[in-house]
């Protein structure tokens, strides 16, 4: 595709279920970065994947997050348990050569 | 870690009107990169600008890497310029300001 796509772009789901957010970066980029922006407010770094390298995972607020990405291309943000502060915007990003391109974001709701 | 410090917080302006949004650094870093966001929430790449000074249209920016600051220029701002402005470095990780939020009055 021409850019980043993420998917779903809207999810609610109800607290203390998981949820699966999806990150389709650009073919050929081999960084990928995770962003939560809770409305109004910057961007908060939360994961970085870089090549074959083990990923910083410095951002993750707690041990209900987690992320993988396979092949080094698509790219899974898992959050278990889910509770009401994880409702935000979930943004991702691909680079090529220091530029960072963002998908549109998936809206998480938790109700 | 570095910090990153953007000024002002909000801006509010007259369409017409120019305007300049700063990016402070508190160390050496290796690229900074100018986003928008636009009201519906999307992530736009305006400059990729380690140094230096580029243009496109009514928008240019200029970063002093040795002073550790980076500049954008609107000019003739337009109503569609409205939303908010990230600059980003890089270290070891991409680090976002907090923005610029730009509001644009007919």
């Known amino acids: 595709g021409a850019g980043v796509s993420q998917s779903p772009s809207n999810k609610v789901t109800e607290k203390g279920k998981d949820v699966e957010l999806r990150c389709d970066p650009i073919s050929g980029h081999t960084a990928l970065y995770w962003y939560r922006q809770s409305l109004g407010q910057g961007l908060e770094f939360l994961i970085y994947?870089?090549?074959?390298?083990?990923?910083?995972k410095s951002g993750l607020p707690s041990d209900r997050f987690s992320a993988e990405r396979t092949g080094g291309s698509v790219s899974t943000l898992t959050i278990q348990r889910t509770q009401q502060e994880d409702s935000a915007v979930y943004l991702c990003?691909?680079?090529?050569?220091?530029?960072?391109?963002f998908g549109p974001g998936t809206r998480l709701t938790v109700t | 870690g570095i910090q990153v410090e953007q000024s002002p917080p909000d801006l509010i302006l007259q369409e017409g009107a120019n305007s300049t949004l700063r990016c402070n650094f508190s160390d050496s870093v290796n690229n900074l990169q100018w986003f928008h966001q636009n009201p519906w929430g999307q992530l736009i790449n305006l400059f990729y600008?380690?140094?230096g000074t580029k243009q496109n249209g009514r928008l240019s920016a200029t970063t002093v890497a040795t002073e550790r600051y980076s500049l954008l220029y609107i000019s003739s701002s337009q109503t569609t310029d409205s939303g908010v402005y990230f600059c980003?470095?890089?270290?070891?990780?991409?680090?976002f300001g907090k923005g610029t939020r730009l509001h644009i009055l007919p």
């Open positions: 600008i380690p140094s």
């Open positions: 994947f870089q090549g074959n390298s083990a990923p910083d």
């Open positions: 990003a691909s680079t090529h050569s220091y530029e960072q391109y």
């Open positions: 980003a470095v890089r270290d070891d990780k991409i680090i």
